[in-house]
Antibody, heavy 120, light 107 residues
Framework: QVQLVESGGGVVQPGRSLRLSCAASGFSFSNYVMHWVRQAPGKGLEWVAVVSTDGNNKYYADSVSGRFTISRDNSKNTLSLQMNSLRFDDTAFYYC?????????????WGQGTLVTVSS | DIQMTQSPSSVSASVGDRVTLTCRASQSVGSSLNWYQQKAGKAPILLIYGISTLQTGVPARFSGSGSGTDFTLTITGLQPEDFATYFCQQTYSTPITFGQGTRLEIK
């Protein structure tokens, strides 16, 4: 079965860095576009970044562009999010998400999320 | 960016009721409109994609409709497990955007 397991969350001071990972299993990881989506506690969902199947094309939300870097290692079935210059408003649950296409794109599998807390 | 607006922000209903949730896009999103359900402390799950297609395993009491900029999610015959928060999402253009959510509560 499809599994996405995030790790790497924790408490970090403003301005510092953190790297999230997502271990994928149960499907052919290299065939799927992958995203990060975040959710501040008690708030709505915010798309963060997307990476193409080969890792060569990446897009970011304006709120993280220039600070976050999405990447993938298809040989290890792993998705990553390098987060630099963290701010208080980056505090959120971060979800690793698989996208599939059935006439339109859909986020059909989500990880359980990992909590990033930016606090001094 | 395409803004997604959901209404109401919260609604109370009883088991067995029929409830309709609304999502409006700031510009046309074609058929690239999805709905997700999220329960407290859990990740969202995909309910409906492409406006009206049920994801595998989703009960038939859920249905979606609409076109262009106006969309609805209807639940016919509410079950206790349906009380949750529902989000619409457009994947028509980057950045992907979500509505702010509608919280469905037990009356």
């Amino acid at each position: 079965q499809v599994q996405l397991v995030e790790s790497g969350g924790g408490v970090v001071q403003p301005g510092r860095s953190l790297r999230l990972s997502c271990a994928a299993s149960g499907f052919s990881f290299s065939n799927y576009v992958m995203h990060w989506v975040r959710q501040a506690p008690g708030k709505g969902l915010e798309w963060v970044a997307v990476v193409s199947t080969d890792g060569n094309n990446k897009y970011y939300a304006d709120s993280v562009s220039g600070r976050f870097t999405i990447s993938r290692d298809n040989s290890k079935n792993t998705l990553s999010l390098q987060m630099n210059s963290l701010r208080f408003d980056d505090t959120a649950f971060y979800y690793c998400v698989r996208v599939s296409y059935s006439g339109t794109s859909k986020m059909d599998y989500w990880g359980q999320g990992t909590l990033v807390t930016v606090s001094s | 960016d395409i803004q997604m607006t959901q209404s109401p922000s919260s609604v109370s209903a009883s088991v067995g009721d029929r409830v309709t949730l609304t999502c409006r896009a700031s510009q046309s999103v074609g058929s690239s409109l999805n709905w997700y359900q999220q329960k407290a402390g859990k990740a969202p799950i995909l309910l409906i994609y492409g406006i009206s297609t049920l994801q595998t395993g989703v009960p038939a009491r859920f249905s979606g409709s609409g076109s262009g900029t106006d969309f609805t999610l209807t639940i016919t015959g509410l079950q206790p497990e349906d009380f949750a928060t529902y989000f619409c999402q457009q994947t028509y253009s980057t950045p992907i955007t979500f509505g702010q959510g509608t919280r469905l509560e037990i009356k």
